[in-house]
């Protein structure tokens, strides 16, 4: 250990050599400073002559480390490949700016690169690293311990998500006069274990509520869980594995616990990606049932026909943005246009949309960073002028986080525009058939 090096930037480099794999050395020793990728970042276009912001550049923050202190080329000619290494905790400070303040993890350059570097991982290892000696926003700091101590990111009590779901639960049997739309909590053996983003049961009950209407209206077997049952998992933005696994582990063992068929994961990208793509790996566990964005389950009854919509009654005009998780990250792209082409009647694409759309600029746990506020949302013009150019008076995005973020730069840039889900739209496109021989009521039901 060099005398000099601070003990906080000692275990960094110690643990960049545990956290190595074959995938992000690969992206550390690819780049060919092409450049290719600059112009696919927000930050870039957001701060013209700025290099800074570049990803090549903010890879090689890193990348530095890895080529002094791992590759063989840096050891004998570091000056050569521009090798260089941290020894104080106030240039770890300025990496943490970097890697929290300057990128959401969304992967657009990612997808842009020719020589197939993935920045975003590189970038998610770096926060790791930090995160490992106690580096990093304190949002990231507080939102961390809630999901390790209290089970969920946002804090949210047991008694507080009973309490949200009995309320829905109660207002939706009321709204259908069907003591049966109740909402199942902890059903054992049931095809259906719906879980949620914490978001819902502290701002957007509702958005619970649409789900189990929808459920009921297909009639379907299906249960909440009382533990386990937030699916997002902040482990995807910190970097720390070990807060992965065992987020990820919970909601796994809380569904073999009730014998569910099918986890079912609302909408929201971070979620879905963790739950279904990283969490078998951080938790070292083997899947043994089937596991289903909301999207596709929603997708599927009005394709066969379980569940009735009517277009019309969702009257106004609708874009929709790609959470870079979901469509990026997990390919999930046609599937909620698809469904939201049989739920609105003026639907209006984004451009550019899919793999190659902009981040609502809240990703990477950027909305939990109070201090890059700042710089978030001056980014964020780039998403409000492609917003913009769609003339559409609602935002549809399969992703809570995204609700956060895309809202908020509307509030910032005054845009005439709100930001809506699937499942309120599918939701309030309900047509509820009423049994033959009861008189129709006329009630519609509500959005
Ligand atoms: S990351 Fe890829 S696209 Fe960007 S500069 Fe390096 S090689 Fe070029
Ligand atoms: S991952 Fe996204 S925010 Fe980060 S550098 Fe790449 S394009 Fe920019």
């Known amino acids: 250990m060099s005398t000099n090096r601070s003990y906080k930037a000692q275990q960094v ?71 260089g290494t941290v020894t104080t905790d106030k240039e ?84 259908v006069g069907d003591e049966g739309a109740a909402i199942p909590i902890d059903k054992p053996d049931a095809n259906i274990v719906y879980t949620i983003n914490p978001r819902e049961v502290k701002y957007d009950p509702r958005s619970i509520a649409d789900a189990a209407k929808i459920f009921w209206a297909a009639k379907e077997s299906w249960t909440m869980p009382s533990e386990g049952w937030d699916m997002t998992n902040f482990g995807l933005f910190s970097g720390d594995d070990d807060l992965g696994g065992a987020v990820a582990r919970r909601v796994y063992d809380k569904v073999r616990e009730l014998r569910g068929k099918k986890l079912v994961m609302s909408e929201c990208g971070h979620g879905y990606r963790s739950t279904t793509c990283e969490g078998p790996n951080w938790s070292q566990t083997d899947i043994d049932f089937e596991l289903e964005s909301s999207v596709i389950t929603m997708l599927r009854y009005v394709k066969n026909g379980t569940i009735k919509v009517d277009p019309v009654k969702n009257d106004s005009s609708y874009t929709f943005h790609d959470s870079c998780n979901n ?17 609105v009647g003026d639907f209006r694409e984004m451009h550019p949309n899919r793999a190659e759309n902009y981040c609502c600029t809240g990703g990477g746990g950027a909305m939990s960073m109070s201090e890059y506020t700042p710089q978030r949302l001056k980014s964020a013009i ?56 009861e008189a129709e009521s006329g009630e519609e039901p509500e959005g």
């Open 13 to 83: 480099l110690d643990r960049m050599a545990q956290k190595l794999t074959r995938q992000m050395v690969g992206s550390l020793v690819a780049c060919v400073h092409c450049g290719n990728c600059t112009e696919a970042c927000h930050y870039v276009q957001a701060n013209p002559g700025d290099p800074t912001y570049a990803p090549a550049y903010k890879a090689d923050r890193t990348r530095r480390l890895f080529k002094k202190h791992f590759d063989w080329t840096g050891r004998v000619l570091p000056w050569w490949v521009k090798g």
């Open 92 to 175: 770890l400070t300025e990496l943490k700016d970097i890697v929290f303040g300057k990128c959401t993890n969304c992967r657009r350059c990612s997808v842009n690169c020719p020589m197939g570097v993935d920045f975003a991982v590189l970038n998610r290892m770096a926060r790791g690293l930090l995160v490992h000696v106690g580096i990093m926003p304190e949002g990231v700091a507080v939102v961390s311990k809630d999901q390790w101590e209290i089970g969920n990111q946002m804090g949210v009590l047991p008694e507080d998500y009973r309490e949200t779901i009995e309320w829905m639960s109660e207002e939706l049997c009321e709204e």
């Open 327 to 343: 469509a990026r990250s997990c390919g999930l792209l046609e599937e909620p246009r698809e469904l939201l082409g049989l739920v």
């Open 382 to 437: 780039v998403k409000a002028n492609q917003l913009k150019a769609t003339g559409a008076k609602y935002v549809v995005t399969s992703c809570h986080n995204c609700v956060d973020g895309l809202a908020d730069l509307i509030k910032h840039y005054q845009l005439d525009m709100q930001v809506t889900q699937l499942v309120s739209l599918v939701a309030s496109a309900l047509v509820i058939e009423k049994p033959a021989g």
